[in-house]
T-cell receptor, first 111, second 112 residues
Framework: TQLLEQSPQFLSIQEGENLTVYCNSS?????LQWYRQEPGEGPVLLVT?????EVKKLKRLTFQFGDARKDSSLHITAAQPGDTGLYLC???????????FGQGTTLQVKP | NAGVTQTPKFRILKIGQSMTLQCTQD?????MYWYRQDPGMGLKLIYY???????DKGEVPNGYNVSRSTTEDFPLRLELAAPSQTSVYFC???????????FGPGTRLTVT
């Protein structure tokens, strides 16, 4: 059974601080996506990573995919209140088409 | 394009009642998914489909059924509603697991 774990579950920080969120799997990822969700809305895609060791940047967000493709991290530099939300990782299987999500990290950035 | 549409947006059911949540996409995506999300939590996969006529169970399929007779539609059926099915339900579609999932606006269901 696939198991996707995110940590921490909740993070409350001050504006300007840096943070890292982690996503780990019990099996090798085919592909991994990071989403951000705001209250009352569906998740919105931030990035997709497919290659072990891959690093992608999206403004102040840096995404890393582990060499063994079993873990990933999201690093936010100089967090802003607009970064507040639920951050979700999702693992996709190219063989089955199955897509499952982690339990999410709730980020609160205080001004 | 309307993207992914879901109806209804809100629904209150009594224990033991049944209902169908509708989901339609107009992007010609083969892959469609039903998730449920409890407060402050991630999304749990209920059922998914990789094409018309093909469906498969996700992580939490008990108490639900789906069908996929066309590429566009992927309805989710709740039989004998229970309080544990109180949740927000999201339908999503994509052209492949490495591509962006597009989500509907969600259905907020309460079973009392």
């Amino acid at each position: 059974t696939q198991l996707l774990e995110q940590s921490p579950q909740f993070l409350s920080i001050q504006e300007g601080e840096n943070l890292t969120v982690y996503c780990n799997s019990s099996s090798v990822f085919s592909s991994l996506q990071w989403y951000r969700q705001e209250p009352g809305e569906g998740p919105v895609l931030l990035v997709t990573v497919v290659t072990g060791g891959e690093v992608k940047k999206l403004k102040r967000l840096t995404f890393q995919f582990g060499d063994a493709r079993k873990d990933s991290s999201l690093h936010i530099t100089a967090a802003q209140p607009g970064d507040t939300g639920l951050y979700l990782c999702a693992e996709g299987s190219s063989n089955t088409g199955k897509l499952i999500f982690g339990q999410g990290t709730t980020l609160q950035v205080k001004p | 394009n309307a993207g992914v549409t879901q109806t209804p947006k809100f629904r209150i059911l009594k224990i033991g009642q049944s209902m169908t949540l509708q989901c339609t996409q107009d992007m010609n995506h083969n892959y469609m998914y039903w998730y449920r999300q409890d407060p402050g939590m991630g999304l749990k996969l209920i059922y998914y489909s990789v094409g018309a006529g093909i469906t498969d169970k996700g992580e939490v399929p008990n108490g639900y059924n789906v069908s996929r007779s066309t590429t566009e539609d992927f309805p989710l059926r709740l039989e004998l509603a229970a309080p544990s099915q109180t949740s927000v339900y999201f339908c999503a579609s994509t052209k492949g697991v490495t591509y962006e999932q597009y989500f509907g606006p969600g259905t907020r269901l309460t079973v009392t």
